[in-house]
């Protein structure tokens, strides 16, 4: 079945540093992907998203790109801040109007 | 505009108890989700209405788990009786139908069963 792939956290960085949390997905045809965010005690947010293959989706510093050869969708940030602190989920949906698939999430923690 | 609403935040009930969450969308939004987060894993499916009718509830334990939409507005989430297992931050969402905005999420309720 349909299903995402986050890398194992947490990922513990200093203030600054370069941002990489790995995503891969397995699914029929053509989803959508996205990255939720999850700041402690709130509810998840959308963080960004991408409907199509090559597109970028780009949000407060943060990009991924649709990767359909290697089914992926990595999230990067050039220079993290300590208030980006929070769980990173990665999702997909296969198909306008259906349910979200969710990896586990990989906790970031930055360090001033 | 205003959020989703969940209500309560917290909920503690002893096991084979029962237990009640409410939801409130985004006003206009047509589709409602809710999702089970257990700690350390992402959000799962547990059942998608749209307007006042199931779409999907095939990850529904029923033999427990039941939930309503009246009206196509609020929804409510139980679980008779619950168990250990239960415990978890259960989710709600909504979603105009045909988009690829994403999701709307509530804050969600977080349930510890003792």
């Known amino acids: 079945g349909d299903s995402v792939t986050q890398m194992e956290g947490p990922v513990t960085l200093s203030e600054e540093a370069f941002l990489t949390i790995n995503c891969t997905y397995t699914?029929?045809?053509?989803?959508?992907l996205f990255w939720y965010v999850q700041y402690p005690g709130e509810g998840l947010q959308l963080l960004l998203k991408?409907?199509?293959?090559?597109d970028k989706g780009s949000n407060k510093g943060f990009e991924a790109t649709y990767r359909k050869e290697t089914t992926s969708f990595h999230l990067e940030k050039g220079s993290v801040q300590v208030s980006d602190s929070a769980v990173y989920f990665c999702a997909l949906s296969t198909q306008a109007g259906t349910a979200l698939i969710f990896g586990k999430g990989t906790t970031l923690s930055v360090s001033s | 505009e205003a959020g989703v609403a969940q209500s309560p935040r917290y909920k503690i009930i002893e096991k084979r108890q029962s237990v009640a969450f409410w939801c409130n969308p985004i006003s206009g939004h047509a589709t409602l989700y809710w999702y089970q987060q257990i700690l350390g894993q992402g959000p799962k499916l547990l059942i998608q209405f749209q307007n006042n009718g199931v779409v999907d509830d095939s990850q529904l334990p029923k033999d427990r788990f039941s939930a309503e939409r009246l009206k196509g507005v609020d929804s409510t989430l139980k679980i008779q009786p619950a168990k250990l297992e239960d415990s978890a931050v259960y989710l709600c969402?909504?979603?105009?139908?045909?988009?690829?905005?994403?999701?709307?999420f509530g804050s969600g309720t977080r349930l510890t069963v003792v």
């Open positions: 699914a029929t045809g053509y989803p959508s």
């Open positions: 969402a909504s979603s105009l139908a045909q988009t690829e905005n994403g999701y709307t």
């Open positions: 991408a409907t199509k293959a090559d």
